[in-house]
């Protein structure tokens, strides 16, 4: 089996890091990182500042949380404010591919072999995810105060007591590494190196662990997550303990199960329908589905014999980098004529109109295509 650094072009963040910005090996990575993401939609980083230990500890505390009973869970539950921070239960968010048109013709002009798991019964998926904000408050009245809400902590003691601070250690090295990747995108583009980072400024970051429970859901070809591409700029993904994202590169069409390196410093980014808009379709956001493959249930029983007292539960490790709420959102003219010279495989969805709209509107509207906002 091939792993995904044999797949996706692979970034080293430590040569943007550590070289002068203008030699020749740093604008050569920018102009690689920028070409993974028009070509693919994703890319592979290595950064040496991430931690195994602290991804880690984040995964055994997320485990923990999503092991207590249903009722503890719930009071953590905000859907006034659309679930944008604490938790989303299980069967509550939609995927958008369901009943989206050009998505679903994207998914008609696969090859047969290469199509995700059917998602055209539209049931909620089965994962739940806890929303933890790590954007900074912005200096102005936003228009978009439910999008830009307080966090929830936990209220169990035995989580809450290192709660804060394992989502914001780990936190931060996700938004370090994606922020960087934001400006090596943007030289690759020609455009200014804080460009699309000073879009972000105060954007309603949000560590967003996702989690399964793979003793209810762990039969084979359970979708856990639909066939969807993702409503903000750049999504940022640390090492799951099990396998079944699935990803598609925009260049192929073909699915690439995503294996990471059983150890090591890497990191998947994705890019978001915020950088799509922004490059008028020149950066495509990227597809992707969360499903119960063999290789998981490989992971499951050989966790059962490593793990046996820990909770059976799959948890992404999964970072929503975004554009400020209150940002202008409109495609960049000179992105917007390159993107008319690509013909790669995009189907009907290759004609999309890029509208200005502020970045709160544009999340309002796909918040509703999921079923999280009325």
Known sequence: MSTLSETLPVIDLDIFLFQPTQSTRVLEECHKAATAFIMYGALLVHDSRVSE??????????????????????????????????????????????????????????????????????????????????GTPPPYETEYPALNAPNVVPQAPCISEKWESTMEKWGHSMKNAVENIAEMTAIGLGLPREFIKDAGKYGPHLLGPTASDLVKYGQKDTILAGFHTDLNCFTIHGRSRYPGLNIWARNTGRRIPVRFPPTG?????????????????????????????????????????????????????????????????????????????FNLSQGANQHTTYERMKVGQQVQKELKHIALMA
């Open 53 to 134: 230990e602290d991804n880690d500890a984040f995964l055994d505390l997320v485990e923990d949380y999503f092991a207590q009973p249903i009722e503890d869970l719930q009071k953590d539950e905000r859907p006034e404010i659309h679930y944008q921070v604490g938790v989303t239960l299980e069967n509550t968010e939609k995927p958008k591919c369901a009943v989206d048109e050009p998505c679903l013709d994207i998914i008609a002009n696969l090859d047969p072999a290469e199509r995700p798991l059917d998602v055209s019964g539209h049931h909620p998926d089965p994962k739940c995810r806890f929303f933890w904000t790590m």
């Open 265 to 341: 410093r890497y990191l998947l980014v994705q890019a978001g329908k915020q950088i799509e808009h922004l490059t008028g379709g020149l950066i495509k956001a990227g597809f992707h589905e969360v499903v119960v493959n063999e290789a998981t249930l490989q992971i499951v029983e050989q966790r059962k014999e490593s793990h046996p007292d820990r909770p059976n539960i799959r948890v992404s490790s999964t970072f929503f980098w975004h554009l400020s709420s209150d940002y202008e959102l409109g495609p960049i003219p000179k992105l917007s004529e390159c993107a008319k010279t």
